[in-house]
């Protein structure tokens, strides 16, 4: 067993040689808080408390009206184009509106029009709750059943029956990651379309959608991309589905031509026929603002770090933390994010928060730290499981 | 004919007398410009930039997740509350969440399960057209019909066969307003439900949902609330449809208890079982902050100057504005806008538009203008008139 010390120069050492290390003072964080929950809220970037408030004098104050024809309208997709290279999606098959939720809900029911011979939806067993309402009431909607699978027996459970499978990325309480183009083709196989929840996996791990052959996809972006609370999520339709995507939530802003204020709604051409009602400005902007710190992110360096905070966690928690069950994979197959079992997880997570360490917990029975490469240290993660320690 | 110069000195002496005159001031106007489209993007109150980059720096940054629990997750009841006065609604029944096409959605599938033996959908045949749109996607996906119908026909129209009306309460394209309790008693006595969509009424004139009998209703909060562009919208259940309110977009944040990430949905007991994904903070607390400007705002002073200053530019218009065809009804029939014909109602906007008259026009003809009696005063409905004179 290694000291304490030892382990300190250990994470000076990881520190000092971070390839993104600078990246941490772009980011609005008190310097006595180890932030462990990106994984739910990412930090605020500094520029996003001024450029918000920019947008309200400028845009909607100084502009009024006028702001909607410059810029305002298109910025759903524009601000979509931002995110794409992020999970690896070519122009013009993304779109930030709405909610996670609201996106589920389109995208599911867009899927059982493509496959009106399917009467089956599979959804991720271990699916973050909403996912799962919303697959239930479109099942309810559009006369499907739901069944409910883990994401690696999809392969032998799918069947001529399924119109759609849903799927987590990275599963939200292990941290664990699904192989996307292994599943992908086995769905394919049997003639299902393969729909993707992003929202623990955009902004950590590297996402190819477009490579993978994905068909359709949601996620959020507050929590690796920094969005703000509760900013917009969004909603990856693939090109060649694009055309037949057909969504219930047509209101007016996925129109073709929405202030001809025309009686009939006709989709719009391209990837704005994901939109529902009149974009959330200044969330959006704020949305825009935050992204600004992937500038010249290379997402091999990112993962690259993800994966080594997690073994640092994991070597700290192995000296540390005698007995310790972690229910995050070891091998590559995790997201950014170390999910440590204990029987008393909602008070000894706050006691760590008292302590300035600040994660979150899931029942039943899970700490989850989450690592965000752009501002998590190899020294936090220490002092986490130093602290943890005290608890246990 | 009065000469422009008594014109001058009616509006001023108008102004003077104005019992709202010092709220101008609670509101970021450029001096230069008149600005008459409050009826589609709200000014910003001065206060709101500030407010919402406090939010990002003391709740987001200075907080970070613990703000889930300090008033964020309950902010869209809270906010609903605050509401709740201006349109005429006990507590417990409105909650502002997500976008109006979104809630017509919601609110239009749960009206069609509080009547499942009825198989039409009525629709205010001038509606703004996210209302049709959303109403024609219900009926697919619930194997109803919808029948457009104008408005005032509605008492006659309605029948056994109707599930629900959907009327818009004032009119975006004239500023007709309709009667909201003689409707609605009408359809009630067919068994219909009644839907309101309240966009152009709410934060001008007295709306009285609960007087009126009125099951269910939705509008926007970036017009006369001031929200903010795009900010998000609202959802009023009568308190006696509330157990019964079952709608399909039921994601985590409209279950009863959302952290307990259970399986299986179960829906709020109360109005928050119309909420879907998680809340859009920076947009619903810049609502939030906008909303002070209401307070000690009588609704009976604030109706009373909206139609003044209608009645001031049709006396303005009638002086000036030799045979221009004003699509507004002058009897008390009408919201908080004015609604000019003219062929060219783009080129002559945009005329208008540069010499600092902002307002703004609809699709075939119209020229709209809208008055908000917070901020609107009786010199700029003048200037509005005599620059139009120029461009006719």
Not at 96 to 102: E, H, R
Not at 109 to 126: C, H, S, W, Y
Not at 267 to 285: N, Q, V
Request: charged share 25%; net charge negative.
């Amino acid at each position: 067993m290694v000291a304490v010390t030892d382990l300190v120069a250990e994470a000076a050492a990881l520190d000092a040689a971070d390839p993104l290390a600078h990246k941490r003072n772009e980011f609005d964080l008190d310097a006595s808080v180890a932030y462990f929950d990106g994984n739910s809220l990412g930090a605020p970037p500094k520029h996003v408390a001024e450029r918000v408030a920019a947008v309200v004098r400028e845009q909607w104050g100084g502009r009024l009206i006028r702001s909607w024809s410059e810029g305002w309208w298109e910025a759903p997709v524009r601000v979509g184009e931002r995110i794409a290279p992020l999970v690896g999606a070519a122009p013009g098959q993304l779109v930030v509106a709405d909610s996670t939720s609201v996106n589920l809900f389109k995208a599911l029911v867009a899927a059982t029009r493509l496959q009106p011979g399917r009467d089956e939806i599979l959804v991720d067993a271990d699916t973050f709750p909403t996912d799962g309402y919303i697959a239930d009431e479109v099942a309810r909607l559009t006369g499907r059943t739901v069944r409910r699978v883990v994401a690696e027996d999809m392969p032998a459970q799918v069947s001529e029956r399924t119109a759609v499978a849903l799927i987590n990325h990275v599963d939200y309480v292990t941290g664990r990651a699904h192989d996307m183009a292994g599943l992908t083709a086995a769905l394919h196989r049997a003639g299902a379309l393969a729909l993707w929840d992003l929202c623990h996996s955009v902004g950590a791990l590297p996402v190819e959608l477009d490579a993978a052959g994905v068909d359709l996809a949601v996620g959020c972006t507050y929590k690796f991309l920094n969005g703000g609370p509760g900013s917009p999520a969004f909603l990856y339709v693939a090109t060649k589905w694009l055309d037949s995507f057909d969504q219930p939530l047509a209101g007016w802003a996925g129109d073709r031509d929405p202030f001809a204020m025309r009686g009939a709604y006709e989709a719009d051409a391209g990837i704005a026929r994901g939109r529902a009602g009149t974009p959330d400005i200044l969330s959006l902007l704020a949305l825009d603002a935050a992204l600004d710190v992937w500038d010249g992110v290379d997402r091999g360096v990112l993962r690259t770090k993800g994966l080594a905070l997690g073994d640092f966690f994991f070597r700290c928690a192995d000296e540390l933390l005698d007995g310790a069950t972690i229910r995050t994979p070891r091998g590559e197959d995790r997201g950014h994010q170390i999910s440590v079992a204990d029987d008393d997880a909602a008070k000894t997570m706050a006691a760590l928060i008292d302590r300035g360490v600040i994660g979150d917990f899931r029942p039943p029975n899970v700490l989850r730290f989450g690592l965000a490469p752009l501002y998590t240290t190899y020294g936090e993660v220490l002092r986490a499981v130093t602290t943890l320690r005290e608890f246990r």
